[in-house]
């Protein structure tokens, strides 16, 4: 079954300090794994993915394929990192076809 | 700037009376989608568009249909709205070989009363 996970509905951290926001997928064949992040009060959209290995407003993401993990990570959480932040999956070269997990609210505390 | 544009943002509809949730694009992209999002659940695909030929999910409701009569608007109806279709409905569209990015409409949270 093709399936994305995130097992923390809520994470809370204080500014400063690190986060890793936990993905594990479920998939026959080779995805293309995303993060995607939704702002208060803004549209989802696109923050990194797997195989442009960037790192985007201090976030990476590496893909783990023996664990099947895209774990999201930034060593200094700002408090304008709070917001949901949705992994999802998708076959390959189908960027808009996607399987999302369940996201994780993400709140940074000053 | 906005590329993907969902009007209304917010729909109220009558139990059982058919309602259409638009969508526009300008960035010219092939493929449309349409996903619901019920309360503190993952948005979930309904179906999509690749220009003009229609793609439904396996386990959409028959009670949703979809229109797409140019490149740039592409509309869901429902014909019967239950009380268990009120949820946020997310368009978003893509151009499959340049990137695999979706860009999302803010969406359309729909009532059904």
């Known amino acids: 079954a093709q399936r994305v996970t995130q097992p923390e509905k809520l994470l809370s951290v204080f500014k400063g300090a690190p986060v890793e926001l936990k993905c594990n997928y479920s998939y026959s064949g080779s995805p293309e794994l995303f993060w995607y992040v939704q702002y208060s009060r803004q549209r989802l959209q696109l923050l990194l993915r797997h195989i442009s290995r960037e790192s985007i407003k201090g976030f990476t993401a590496d893909l783990n394929k023996g664990e099947t993990s895209f774990h999201l990570k930034k060593p200094f959480a700002q408090e304008e990192d709070s917001a949901m932040y949705y992994c999802?999956?998708?076959?390959?070269?189908?960027?808009?076809?996607?399987?999302f997990g369940q996201g994780t609210e993400l709140s940074v505390k000053p | 700037d906005a590329m993907v544009i969902q009007n209304p943002r917010y729909q109220v509809t009558q139990f059982g009376k058919p309602v259409t949730l638009s969508c526009s694009q300008t960035l010219n992209h092939n493929v449309m989608y349409w996903y619901q999002q019920k309360s503190s659940q993952a948005p979930k695909l309904l179906f999509h568009?690749?220009?003009?030929?229609?793609?439904n999910e396996a386990d959409t409701p028959d009670n949703f249909q979809s229109r797409r009569p140019n490149t740039s608007f592409c509309f869901l109806d429902i014909r019967s709205p239950g009380l268990g279709d009120a949820a946020m409905y997310l368009c978003?569209?893509?151009?499959?070989?340049?990137?695999?990015?979706?860009?999302f409409g803010q969406g359309t949270r729909l009532t059904v009363v």
């Open positions: 999802a999956l998708s076959g390959h070269n189908q960027g808009g076809k996607l399987i």
């Open positions: 568009y690749y220009d003009k030929d229609f793609n």
């Open positions: 978003a569209t893509s151009s499959p070989g340049s990137s695999t990015e979706a860009f």
